[in-house]
């Protein structure tokens, strides 16, 4: 097959065990299970997607390369295609933070057979690790990836208690300890980010009292920014 995966993908399926059985959720095309299988790393993967033509797509590709006991192709939204203790390690990737809280939470017992999830959040990765230190999961890995011109976060966490600060929310706390290269350039992506948010705020006459505290809000971050940016 020679299945071949983004930085973004690749980051994820370093962080996978030899031997874990992988649910991978919103797989689309599916290169990550694939990969997993050829490279022998996981001996049964799930692969989920609630839009039909993607999955059509790999359910044909699967059959023509004899891998059916292996990947268990699926249509269906979240985890509710998968039973509990069914895998070991739970993917969610290429969505928002909110959208993967509102999965998990929707498949309790599944979630609490697993033993890892890996969750690379697009948006809200602040309130996915709070998520996660309120339901009984600590994180145990954390990285940065540059994907086509675009950070990615990826995390790690396995089932456990985890003392949460608010830095460690906003940041990371692996990544705030482990402070890889990539760091800087990410943080003063969101800097960038957060200031174009602060000026369109900013422009709202008169101010409402909802633009106001979200102004006082954007600029706390950019002052959290700058001290961790100062650190490293």
Known sequence: MDVKLSPRLGAIAQMI???????????????????????????????????????????????????????????????????????????????????????????????????????????????VRQWLAVHGWRIIAEDIVLDEGRYYEVLSAEQGEMTLTEEGALFGPILLEKKPPLLRGYLSTRREDAQRLLARLEQEQPPTPLAIEKIKQVKGLILRIDEVIACL
């Open 17 to 127: 065990p030899a031997g874990a059985r992988v649910a991978d959720i919103g797989t689309d095309h599916g290169r990550l299970p694939l990969f997993l299988v050829e490279h022998g790393v996981s001996p049964f993967v799930i692969a989920s997607d609630r839009i039909k033509m993607p999955i059509a797509a790999l359910k044909s590709q699967v059959q023509s390369f004899g891998l059916e006991e292996q990947i268990s192709v699926r249509l269906g939204d979240g985890l509710t295609v998968a039973c509990p203790g069914e895998v070991d390690t739970i993917v969610l990737s290429g969505m928002g933070g909110m959208t993967m809280i509102e999965i998990l939470g929707r498949s309790p017992q599944v979630v609490a057979g697993a033993h890892q999830l890996i969750l690379q959040p697009q948006r809200s990765i602040p309130q």
